[in-house]
């Protein structure tokens, strides 16, 4: 009887695992369900109010957000990444869209893929993390103002032809304003304070889609002239061809679009993958994966009907926050719209243009980097104006180009703030042995370096060294200096020519391996001669005089000597 307790404890023991891991797997199911069920829900109106925003059909939207969910889901580097057409996107697009029309925007799709694909494959997906905040918040904060301005036209109810650049179209809303269609801005303002109010009442139930709903029950009941979005095909999105692009004058044409969408969708979701690991305690993403799972799903698209897609933050966030630890939840959230559209795709048709507006103009809102704004005010003017410049070249201009000058920018200000060197000067109590002639100590300065001696510290090291007092004896300590390059080293030369011609002796003390190297290798280290270099500042000093008192080692001792003894 006791065999069979014994084998039966076994047994339960043998069993047990498997228990947690079939328990563990339906919680993560469990998870994986709400998570991708929720996301769907916020998911359908943005498609459609980005698709619009984009200046193509609503129904593209909806393809982007089903094809691309399930693609870069299976495929991309994070397992919460939730993708999809997403504001900045649409930013780029409606200038494309305006100026090449929807076929070219299918082929500059394709293109966009493969270069994500290709940055994947060379795995430079890791340098997003090197772009400065400054800049990140700079073309968030603009793509939040391009939006909101852009709605303005669906807003107001006007129904006036797409510009391709922001002023000239933001120009033109503002001067049709007296023909603006009322009705359109009393649902618009409907669904703005249903957005934002919502939350108050419940959590569960996205407000933007209450909003949306009320609007379309308002419009249609009581028959109101209002835009609408237009039907949506009762069905999946199928197959089709796009057209022929082995044409290179096309290419060339479209290239430079293509590394916009690219570059954008790149940033976009790598950023959004970032944001998610933050928030979860499940597996890291692989950036150079992700780019690679996003490019494929941005070469599909076009031949589903879709557009460019990126991983869509609100939508990842709203993912994790719901329970979504994997890649299920975003395949559950393509396969949920899928069949929303199946569904409910007739009633989509009733939806006034304005009720996109408003919810636009609330995720608009809420993209400002309020906190950013806060923060760089408070710490530093430079960068403050470092997301300045990157906002206004965003919205005057175009995302690509607002990058390319915020980074240059912070690049600038890395470089000037670098160059700020700390040369300090050492007073002589700190580092005169006791006895010290008076007379020579007039003679001897000490100047402590902080810091890396690079190219943009070289005219401000040189500047400092060059007018110090008339002195015979100059002694650097670089025991803080842990590396210099070939404009440090000549800059180092020159110090040592220009104080040769004054009759003073360059001496320096606490060399860094690096550094030391450097020098042995150009042939400074011989030239300023092994006699001027010492281990410490006090065995320096202790060379110039016959007095030994508070020095620790023998005068002889300098820094080649040391380097013998250790050798040895």
Not at 75 to 104: D, H, N, R, W
Not at 114 to 140: M, S
Not at 159 to 172: C, D, K, M, T, V
Not at 369 to 383: F, V
Request: aromatic residues 8%.
């Amino acid at each position: 009887m006791r065999v069979e307790t014994d084998n039966m404890a076994i047994s339960d023991i043998l069993e047990e695992p498997q228990l947690l891991r079939l328990s563990r797997w339906f919680s993560g199911l469990r998870g994986d369900l709400t998570g991708g069920l929720t996301a769907a829900v916020v998911a359908l109106p943005l498609a459609l109010a980005f698709a619009v925003a984009s200046g193509v059909e609503p129904k593209a939207g909806l393809y982007t957000a089903i094809v691309a969910g399930i693609v870069a889901a299976i495929f991309g580097g994070s397992p919460v990444q939730i993708t999809g057409p997403t504001g900045a996107m649409a930013v780029i697009l409606v200038g494309i869209v305006a100026k090449y029309g929807i076929e070219k925007v299918w082929i500059a799709g394709v293109m966009a893929g493969i270069i994500q694909i290709a940055l994947g494959v060379a795995k430079l997906g890791r340098l997003v993390k090197f772009i400065p905040y400054p800049v990140t918040a700079g073309f968030t904060n603009g793509i939040a103002v391009i939006i909101f301005c852009g709605q303005l036209n669906n807003f107001f109810g006007l129904q006036l032809p797409r510009s391709e650049h922001f002023l000239p179209g933001l120009w033109q809303t503002v001067t049709h304003v007296e023909a603006a269609n009322w009705a359109a801005v009393v649902l618009a303002m409907l669904v703005i304070a249903t957005t934002v109010l919502w939350s108050k009442v419940n959590t569960t139930i996205p407000g933007s889609l209450v909003g949306l709903v009320l609007a379309t029950a308002i419009a249609y009941y009581f028959h109101l002239h209002v835009p609408t979005i237009g039907a949506i095909p009762q069905s999946l999105p199928m197959p089709q061809g796009i057209p022929h692009w082995n044409n290179f004058s096309l290419i060339r044409e479209l290239i430079n679009p293509a590394l916009a969408l690219a570059a954008l969708g790149s940033i976009e979701s790598l950023l959004s993958a970032v944001v998610a690991d933050g928030m979860t305690v499940s597996e890291k993403h692989n950036s150079d994966r992700e780019l690679i799972g996003q490019g494929l799903a941005n070469i599909i698209l076009p031949f589903f009907g879709g557009i460019p897609a990126t991983g869509a933050i609100a939508r990842t966030v709203i993912n994790v926050r719901s329970g979504g630890k994997t890649r299920l939840s975003g395949v559950i959230h393509g396969v949920a719209l899928a069949i929303i559209v199946l569904t409910l795709a007739p009633l989509a048709a009733q939806v006034p243009l304005a009720a996109l507006a408003g919810i636009l103009m609330v995720v608009s809102v809420r993209m400002i980097e309020w906190k950013a704004i806060g923060l760089l005010i408070h710490a530093t003017y430079s960068d403050f104006g470092v997301m300045i410049l990157t906002w206004l070249v965003t919205i005057l201009f175009d995302l690509v180009l607002a990058v390319e000058v915020g980074l240059i920018a912070a690049g600038a200000l890395f470089i000037k703030r670098m160059s700020n060197l700390s040369l300090v000067k050492v007073p002589e109590t700190e580092v005169f042995p006791p006895g010290t002639p008076l007379e020579l100590g007039k003679e001897i300065a000490v100047y402590r370096v902080d810091g890396p001696v690079f190219f943009g510290a070289a005219e401000r090291f040189v500047t400092f060294v060059r007018d110090q007092p008339e002195v015979k004896y100059l002694i650097l300590r670089l025991r803080f200096v842990p590396d210099m390059d070939t404009t440090g080293l000549v800059a180092l030369e020159d110090i040592y020519h220009d104080l040769e011609r004054h009759n003073c002796r360059l001496i320096l003390t606490g060399l860094q391996p690096q550094v030391k190297q450097l020098l042995e290798r150009s042939g400074l280290l011989k030239t300023i001669g092994l006699s001027n270099c010492f281990e410490t500042t006090t065995n320096a000093i202790c060379s110039l005089t016959d007095n030994t008192e508070g020095c620790s080692l023998p005068v002889a001792t300098n820094f080649h000597l040391k380097e013998l003894m250790d050798n040895d």
